[in-house]
């Protein structure tokens, strides 16, 4: 039992010592690891810190801009389209809207421009777009052929001009020599007359008579020579001038056909379609074949665009020519522009029951171009001594909505709608008289305004 005890004791003092050597030899090695500590609040206190904060600082910027613009995409594609038009300020005296009809922007004075002669087009000097003068080359035909013709047909002409003088020169030569042959031939007829007389008398022989006689008759036959060939030489300066004529003819006839190888323009006018290449062949429109152009260019006169509008049986009664009108454009939203009747056309399209109206434009507006969209409203003169009323604001019939028992319009305002009580008057055509709501010159909402309320956010359809 004591042996026991003992060798607890023992233990525990041994026990002891270990744990004090312990504790000593952990006290020296603390200095040690203490100087091999990282200090990272002074590295991180450095030029590495400053550059890591705006790095990050620009990550965030750049990801809520991404946000922001990713949510005015979300926004915009779900914000409601509509369609607006202005309130217009309307006088009185302007006259009431008695028929409205749609059409298109056509020219009273258009053409497809093509070649008198069928050959290859070589030059086009004009382009869809391009402005033309009357008389001006927009296009030119391949020619070689017919100058080398012209060229021949100016060297025979001088052939001819040629021979038509040497003819001319051999004439006034025969006349000189019908003179000698005349002057001849009285010298010798004198003389015969006087040998005549020196027989009679007996002073002279009958042998220098006879001689007289002769010479007498030579002389004659001279002078009838020098005639003939005279006229001989007068035949040949009239055909060599039938055939300079002819030359002249032919030339003329070569000038022609080069003039027809220029495509002239016929007016004044513009480009509206180019029909041909350079290379390919054209002729005149009735001789077109399927690998053949019938017209080069397609010109028309802008002066005069008017609008073709049909308008039903039942209504071309109200409708007078020189009757006001005003022409809306779909590409001039918001823009009433001043026109009148110019002619009806005398038959109907059994297909539509319908009549064609030309409306001709007080002022052409370089905006307008042919075939656009048209609407045209015909206007009633009011009588005269009638008396004038205050000027009048008017919608579109498509802008006043009904809600909860009231009559509205949506009013846009900085994209946003703003619901507007009126008071409505007398409808004029596509049109209603607003009396009480408006000032005139608002943008109110025709289209897609069924699910819309006040203050919603809109985006106008382009």
Known sequence: MAKSRGIGKLRATRTA????????????????????????DDE?????????????????????????????????????????????????SAGIEILTA??????????????????????????????????????????????AQLSDSKSVLANYQSAHNQAE???????????????????????????????????????????????ARVDEGQVRSAEAQIKAIQAKIESS??????????????????????????????????????????????????????????????????????????????????????VTLDALPGERLAAEVRKIIPTADRQKATVKVKVRFKEIDPRILPDMNAKATFMQRPEQGAKTEASRITVLKSAINQRDGKTIVFVLNDGRVVSQQ???????????????????GEQVIIRGAENLSDGSRVKVKT
């Open 17 to 40: 010592k270990g744990m004090e050597h312990l504790t000593e030899q952990s006290t020296k090695i603390k200095p040690d690891l203490s100087a091999l500590r990282i200090h990272r």
């Open 422 to 440: 009126v008071t409505v008057g007398t409808e004029l055509g596509d049109r209603v008289e607003i009396k009480q709501g408006l000032a005139g």
């Open 169 to 215: 020169a051999e004439l006034e030569q025969a006349r000189g020599g019908l003179s000698q042959a005349q002057a001849n031939m009285q010298k010798s007829r004198l003389e015969l007359a006087r040998q005549t007389k020196l027989v009679e008398n007996g002073v002279t022989s009958r042998a220098e008579s006879d001689n007289a006689t002769a010479q």
């Open 241 to 326: 001038s039938s055939q300079v004529r002819s030359a002249e003819a032919r030339i003329r006839l070569m000038e022609a056909q080069l003039e027809y190888m220029n495509i002239r323009s016929p007016f004044e006018g513009l480009v509206i379609s180019k029909d041909a290449e350079v290379g390919e062949t054209v002729a005149p429109a009735i001789y077109g074949g399927a690998s053949t152009r019938g017209s080069v260019v397609t010109i028309v006169d802008p002066n005069s665009l008017e609008v073709e509008a049909d308008i039903n049986e039942s209504s071309i009664g109200k409708i007078t020519p020189g009757l006001r009108a005003e």
């Open 102 to 147: 749609t059409g298109y922007v056509v020219a009273d004075r258009k053409a497809a421009v093509s070649p008198k002669i069928s050959g290859r087009l070589e030059y086009l000097g004009v382009d869809t777009g391009s402005r033309v003068k009357t008389g001006q080359i927009i296009a030119r035909l391949e020619h070689r052929d017919l100058d």
């Open 44 to 92: 991180e206190a450095g030029p590495n810190r400053a550059l890591r904060v705006v790095l990050l600082g620009t990550v965030l910027i750049v990801i809520a801009g991404a946000l922001l613009a990713g949510y005015r995409m979300w926004s915009s594609a779900t914000m409601p389209e509509v369609e607006v038009a202005r309130a217009t300020v309307e006088s009185s």
